[in-house]
C-alpha cells in the first residue's frame, strides 16, 4: 500500500505562484494521483489527475492557473497567480488505491 | 452536470447504528465504482469503501470492517452506508464519491457524531 507526503502547511502572497509537493512512498515512484482542493467548510473538490510522466487532466472549471508536474516520486501542483480563494486544504490521492495523503494548508498572505 | 446528494447522518450514541444514502443523478449510476470518503473533525480524508458497479466487489478500510456494510440500489440512483456497532472515532463528515473518465466527483457531505 502506497504512502503520500505532503507538507502540513505551505504560505505565499497574493500573486505569487506556490509549488505542493506530494510525495509517494518507495516502490511506488509511478503511480497516478490526483489532486483535490477543500476550501474552508466545503466539501473536496477535484482539481485534475496526474500522471508519473507530468502529464494531467483538470476537472471541468478548474482555472489555467492550476497546474501539475512530477519528478521521480514527486507529484507537485503548482498554482500560479495566487487569489484569496485559494487559500484551502489540498489533498493528493492515488487515483488507484484509495491513498491520500495527510493535506497541506495553504495559506495566502 | 453530476450530483451526489448525501442524507442520513445525525448524533448516535455509541454502539448505535445509521444508515446513510447519496442520491445520484445526471448520470448513468450503474455504469460506475462508488465510494464513500469520511474527514474527522480537523482531519484529513479517509476513504471507507468502495462497490462495484453491480455490487459483487465490495472494499472497505481496516477500522470498519465488520461493523459497516456499503450497498447499492441501481433502480434508484442510490448509494448506501449502513454503519453498526458505532465508536467516537467514526465522527466524520462522510462523502460519497465517484468516477468518471478522469474525473472525480464528490457530493456535499453529511455528518455523523457519535456521543454519549
Known amino acids: 500500500q502506497p504512502v503520500l507526503t505532503q507538507s502540513s502547511s505551505a504560505s505565499a502572497s497574493l500573486g505569487s505562484s506556490v509549488k505542493l509537493t506530494c510525495t509517494l512512498s518507495s516502490g511506488h515512484s509511478t503511480y497516478i494521483i490526483a489532486w483535490h482542493q477543500q476550501q474552508p467548510g466545503k466539501a473536496p473538490r477535484y482539481l485534475m489527475k496526474?500522471?508519473?510522466?507530468?502529464?494531467?487532466n483538470k476537472g471541468s472549471g478548474v482555472p489555467d492557473r492550476f497546474s501539475g508536474s512530477s519528478s521521480g516520486a514527486d507529484r507537485y501542483l503548482t498554482i500560479s497567480n495566487l487569489q484569496s480563494e485559494d487559500e484551502a486544504d489540498y489533498y493528493c490521492e492515488t487515483w488507484d488505491s484509495k491513498v491520500f495523503g495527510g493535506g497541506t494548508k495553504l495559506t495566502v498572505l | 452536470e453530476v450530483q451526489l446528494v448525501e442524507s442520513g447522518g445525525g448524533l448516535v450514541q455509541p454502539g448505535g447504528s445509521l444508515r446513510l444514502s447519496c442520491a445520484a443523478s445526471?448520470?448513468?449510476?450503474?455504469?460506475?465504482?462508488m465510494s464513500w470518503v469520511r474527514q474527522a473533525p480537523g482531519k484529513g480524508l479517509e476513504w471507507v469503501a468502495n462497490?462495484?458497479?453491480?455490487?459483487?466487489?465490495?472494499y472497505y478500510v481496516d477500522s470498519v470492517k465488520g461493523r459497516f456494510t456499503i450497498s447499492r440500489d441501481n433502480a434508484k440512483n442510490s448509494l448506501y452506508l449502513q454503519m453498526n456497532s458505532l465508536r467516537a472515532e467514526d465522527t466524520a463528515v462522510y462523502y460519497c464519491?465517484?468516477?468518471?473518465?478522469?474525473?472525480?466527483?464528490w457530493g456535499q457531505g453529511t455528518l455523523v457524531t457519535v456521543s454519549s
Open positions: 462497490i462495484k458497479q453491480d455490487g459483487s466487489e465490495k
Open positions: 496526474l500522471e508519473g510522466s507530468g502529464s494531467y
Open positions: 445526471e448520470f448513468t449510476f450503474s455504469s460506475y465504482w
Open positions: 464519491a465517484m468516477r468518471i473518465s478522469t474525473i472525480e466527483f
